[in-house]
Nanobody
Framework: QVQLVESGGGSVQAGGSLRLSCASS????????LAWFRQAPGKEREGVAA???????NYQSSVEDRFTISKDNTNNTLYLQMDRLKLEDTAMYYC????????????????????WGQGTQVTVSS
């Protein structure tokens, strides 16, 4: 059974940095088809970044110059480095894995992914 466990969230001041981790079991991050999503209170879940097996990436435009998605195949872990955090980055962050049939790689649509973690909270304050 695939398990994705996020960690690394917390509270940080605007302009600061956090690195989120997503430890995967029974799903090889080497295969890619991985993504980070976030959901703020009262808002829909939105895609933040995605990565393929060969390291190609896709970012939501609001984060593409501040966030970096990466994966460690040895440790079977997905990461999201978040720099220059803004108030509007406050949300619960989720990792997702495994594209559903018919969806293109690097999709940032929640419906595209099969497996989900429980989330880690990121709170950015002024």
């Amino acid at each position: 059974q695939v398990q994705l466990v996020e960690s690394g969230g917390g509270s940080v001041q605007a302009g600061g940095s956090l690195r989120l981790s997503c430890a995967s079991s029974q799903y090889s991050v080497n295969s890619g088809r991985l993504a980070w999503f976030r959901q703020a209170p009262g808002k829909e879940r939105e895609g933040v970044a995605a990565v393929t097996g060969d390291g190609r990436t896709n970012y939501q435009s609001s984060v593409e110059d501040r966030f970096t998605i990466s994966k460690d195949n040895t440790n079977n872990t997905l990461y999201l480095q978040m720099d220059r955090l803004k108030l509007e980055d406050t949300a619960m962050y989720y990792c997702a894995a495994g594209l559903r049939y018919g969806w293109l790689p690097l999709s940032l649509q929640p419906a595209a992914y099969v497996y989900w973690g429980q989330g880690t909270q990121v709170t950015v304050s002024s």
